[in-house]
């Protein structure tokens, strides 16, 4: 009697345990069907998806939602610079010779950038007072397409490498302006401070780490004092968005975009050609 009393309740209780997985595997295989092949394929329908291709997008075989056509982004990736500071690539700066360069100026630079550096157009950039390796760097970009502007990459494209360190060194070599005080006013405090100091808070660097002259930033660092405001608030605009991605290490992209308009606007201000 008392084998029989101790095996009932296992026999009692063997339905309910198949019951139970029987239940379990009819909400999972439900959920299954549900998710993977009536909604993906349903939902695709009405998108123009094939009842395949949702099937395999929902399982994570294929890219993309199931319930919408893949969008193919075919614009192609813009590289970022490609100029590695090599030591025959110093020489060759080494060995540039501004005669050279003013020639060349003078056939394609001098409408855009004047013959001194200073361009006459505000969306033009003023090139006097620049080191040769900055200006060069520029010049490399357009030619490789990592900078984007058509006419300059035309002109880069007919220059070797030897001509644009020609052109770099002669625009380098043209006497630094002379800031007219008028345009010099106070700035307000926190666009100083972004200059000076930075803002930790948001990992941003102090502008004045690479773009005053003798900071010891990065050999293509350009100087940003006497620069035009129009241009430099277009192109820190630019590095916000990423149309821009000809800074060395995303540098200038990480800086612009956690720059707000007003900032964008006053530092390019601050920066603001002025002469006398």
């Not at 998710?35 to 009405?46: A, D, E, K, M």
């Not at 360190?165 to 307000?188: E, F, H, I």
Request: hydrophobic share 40%; net charge neutral; with cysteine.
């Amino acid at each position: 009697m008392a084998q029989t009393s101790e095996s009932e309740p296992h026999v009692l209780d063997q339905p309910w345990r198949l019951w139970a997985s029987v239940a379990i595997m009819a909400v999972v295989l439900t959920g299954f069907v549900l998710g993977v092949l009536i909604i993906p394929v349903v939902q695709g329908r009405s998108d123009g998806v094939d009842a395949w291709t949702a099937i395999c997008r929902a399982l994570g075989i294929l890219p993309g939602s199931p319930a919408r056509q893949q969008v193919i982004d075919r614009t192609p990736p813009t590289p970022v610079s490609q100029v590695v500071w090599t030591p025959g690539l110093l020489q060759i700066l080494a060995d540039a010779k501004p005669e050279r360069g003013r020639a060349k100026a003078q056939e394609v630079c001098v409408a855009c950038h004047g013959e001194q550096g200073v361009s006459p157009a505000p969306e033009n950039p003023h090139l006097a007072g620049q080191s040769g390796a900055a200006i060069y760097k520029q010049l490399s970009d357009y030619r490789t397409g990592s900078r984007k502007h058509q006419q300059m990459t035309d002109i880069a494209k007919a220059l070797d490498e030897p001509a644009l360190a020609d052109v770099a060194a002669y625009y380098a070599a043209q006497p630094k302006r002379n800031p007219n005080p008028a345009t010099l006013a106070d700035s307000p405090a926190a666009i100083v401070r972004l200059v000076e100091l930075g803002d930790p808070s948001r990992n941003l660097p102090p502008c004045a780490s690479c773009h005053r002259p003798g900071s010891g930033g990065p050999i293509e660092t350009p100087i940003l004092a006497e620069q035009g405001q129009e241009y430099l608030a277009r192109q820190l605009k630019l590095y916000a968005s990423g149309e821009r991605r000809n800074d060395v290490y995303g540098r200038m992209r990480i800086v612009a975009e956690q720059l707000t308009q007003a900032e964008i606007d006053g530092l390019a201000a601050y920066y603001r050609a002025g002469f006398r």
